[in-house]
């Protein structure tokens, strides 16, 4: 029997499938539907909206020039909190969308106590437990989410101010609201080298919704036998053999 959120996301799933479209060409799998993308850009667009304004706020001698953007200084200030509350909102529908497939399991575990040959090359395909998400990629996921709790406790503190919550609480929070803030920016940055340079194919998933069975059998191959009932490794060796996969 599924439950309330499960319900929840299939619903929304299958509103967004009528709404947009995604096209799977021969030698492609489906990675993420409609709905799963149109959360991803939506918490990165209010990620990135909350930091740009937040940087000119909080440190105006040296990101004066963002504020601008937001039609100066108290624009910018004002709109900042409800950017940060779009973001959390929406990363919360992509928890919920994403709360099975990132539950920590023994795979991931060997995943990061083997991440030094993974991510450093020396092996040609993931461990071949590794499922529809990594290790890294699900310890990043709950780092955002212990950041967005943060985030918000933080954020309602310096919104509602020092008459209610008093000055040291307001003080601290200042300080973890930017702290989570620079924790998180670290990590969209490796997000952003991996989903790019570190693992090719991977942004092709966010923007089309889909990935080749190449990328598929290299860096999530549970994944791929889970898909397509076929043997990771026999499936990288015939496409190796008819040249279709230089590794």
Not at 216 to 241: D, L, M, S, V
Request: overall charge positive; charged content about 20%; proline content about 4%.
């Amino acid at each position: 029997m599924s439950t309330a959120v499960e319900r929840f996301d299939d619903k929304a799933r299958e509103t967004f499938d009528r709404i947009g479209h995604t096209e799977v060409h021969v030698g492609e799998l489906l990675r993420h539907r409609v709905y799963t993308r149109f959360l991803h850009w939506m918490v990165a667009l209010f990620f990135f909206l909350a930091l740009f304004s937040g940087f000119g706020i909080y440190l105006p001698w040296l990101f004066r020039w963002f504020t601008p953007i937001f039609g100066g200084g108290p624009l910018a200030r004002a709109m900042h909190p409800w950017f940060g509350l779009g973001f959390v909102i929406f990363f919360g529908l992509q928890t919920l969308n994403w709360i099975k497939p990132m539950t920590w399991t023994q795979a991931d575990s060997r995943w990061m106590r083997n991440i030094k040959q993974t991510v450093g090359g020396k092996e040609k395909m993931d461990p071949p437990d590794t499922g529809f998400f990594n290790g890294g990629q699900k310890l990043q996921f709950w780092e955002i989410v212990a950041g967005s709790i943060l985030y918000l406790i933080t954020g309602i503190i310096l919104w509602i101010g020092a008459d209610t919550f008093g000055r040291w609480t307001v003080a601290v929070s200042y300080v973890l609201h930017d702290l989570s803030a620079l924790v998180m920016l670290g990590g969209i940055f490796i997000h952003i080298y991996l989903s790019t340079i570190g693992e090719p194919g991977t942004f092709h998933a966010m923007t089309r919704g889909t990935v080749s069975e190449a990328w598929a059998w290299t860096f999530h191959p549970a994944w791929y036998k889970e898909i397509t009932g076929r043997n990771p490794e026999q499936a990288c060796e015939e496409a190796r053999r008819r040249g279709e996969f230089s590794k």
